[in-house]
Structures are given as C-alpha cells and as structure tokens.
C-alpha cells in the first residue's frame, strides 16, 4: 500500500482513533442498521455534517481519510490532528 507524503507524518488512523476524533470533535454516533457502516453526525449553525466510517477499512487509507475529513467538514490535516491527540477536545468549527 502506497501512502502520500502526508502520511509520513501521521500514520494512517485506525477505527478506533477515528472514532475518538469524531467524538472530541462533538459527533454523535446514530444507531447502526445491519451494516459496518457507521453514521457519525453534528449541526453546525444550521448545516448538518455526516460522517460514514467503515471500520473493516481501517487502517485508512489517504483517499478515505480525505473523504471523512471532507464529511467533517474539516481539512485533512485537522482531521489526523484529531486522531492522534485523544486529549484535543475542542470544536474545530469555531
């Protein structure tokens, strides 16, 4: 598996780091419906964000990571940033 420079840095996140980020992130979790996708989800001023995480993918690859970063409404960067600090707590949409 070939990752892009960025990765270099950070790692490829794994479910569980994913999941953490979207909660100090502020998502919440809705109730799964008989497949391994989850649906993380957050009202920003409005605007809903929906976040889909499959964790059989996991390790992320750079295409999904971007994907979910896309989802969150945050650049790809913040979104790594947030997997790999499990203290970083505040709301990136401020």
């Given at each position: 598996?070939?990752?892009?420079?960025?990765?270099?840095?950070?790692?490829?996140?794994?479910?569980?780091?994913?999941?953490?980020?979207?909660?100090?992130?502020?998502?919440?979790?809705?109730?799964?419906?008989?497949?391994?996708?989850?649906?993380?989800?957050?009202v920003?001023k409005?605007?809903?964000?929906?976040?889909?995480?499959?964790?059989?993918?996991?390790?992320?690859?750079?295409?999904?990571?971007?994907?979910?970063?896309?989802?969150?409404?945050?650049?790809?960067?913040?979104?790594?940033?947030?997997?790999?600090?499990?203290?970083?707590?505040?709301?990136?949409?401020?």
């Amino acid at each position: 598996m070939v990752f892009s420079k960025f990765f270099q840095k950070f790692a490829p996140p794994t479910c569980s780091q994913v999941k953490t980020a979207l909660k100090n992130m502020g998502f919440i979790s809705e109730k799964q419906k008989g497949t391994s996708h989850e649906h993380w989800t957050k009202v920003v001023k409005g605007k809903l964000y929906k976040v889909t995480v499959d964790c059989p993918k996991a390790p992320f690859s750079d295409t999904l990571v971007s994907s979910m970063a896309n989802q969150a409404g945050v650049s790809k960067r913040t979104f790594l940033i947030y997997c790999h600090d499990k203290k970083l707590k505040q709301d990136p949409h401020i």
